[in-house]
């Protein structure tokens, strides 16, 4: 190859690896979490018969890949007694696998923005930052729809 040659082509490609992307823009709602989280989820039962005399619950779900967290196993979901729901806290859930989620809400949790950081929590293992949701469908567990309130990454 003539040396010229190659030198053109390294200032060429040199000039594109280097130019900048420009314009990109990045909506951070809407991308795709992957690492593990708990949710603060509140489940009503699916519309059918009986479904009026049914309770609703709210319960704390592990998932392992939050972009993956659809149809929890049985052993990452915790049901909250009614007395942990709220702001304050401390608060805490056991999971069937016998590891205890605590978190805690600010006071301001239930009227902060969407996707705002209102607090923390820890399953003795790892250190997790809370953030409201959006109220959006997140899972089914057993006959009921859930909708996640909180999440904690």
């Known amino acids: 190859m003539h040396p010229l040659s190659l030198l053109s082509y390294v200032t060429i490609l040199g000039s594109v690896v280097a130019a900048p992307a420009g314009g990109i823009d990045i909506d951070t709602t809407s991308l795709v979490k992957r690492a593990e989280s708990i949710h603060i ?7 059918g018969e009986g479904s009026n005399s049914i ?24 049901k909250i007694d009614p007395s942990q729901l709220g702001v304050g806290g401390p608060f ?7 590891v205890t989620f605590t978190w805690n809400l600010s006071y301001e949790a ?18 997790f930052t809370g953030y409201k949701d959006d109220g959006h469908s997140f899972c089914s567990i057993g006959s009921y729809s859930c909708v996640t309130n909180y999440y904690f990454l």
Do not use: I
Request: glycine share 10%; hydrophobic share 25%.
């Open 110 to 127: 239930g009227t902060a923005p969407k996707y705002s950081q209102v607090g923390g929590g820890t399953n003795g293992f790892k250190k």
């Open 55 to 78: 309770p609703p619950f709210s319960a704390a779900v592990y998932c392992p890949n939050d972009s993956a967290c659809q149809l929890p196993t049985s052993n990452n979901v915790c």
């Open 41 to 47: 989820v509140w489940c009503t039962p699916l519309p």
């Open 92 to 98: 805490s859930c056991k999971f069937p696998s016998g």
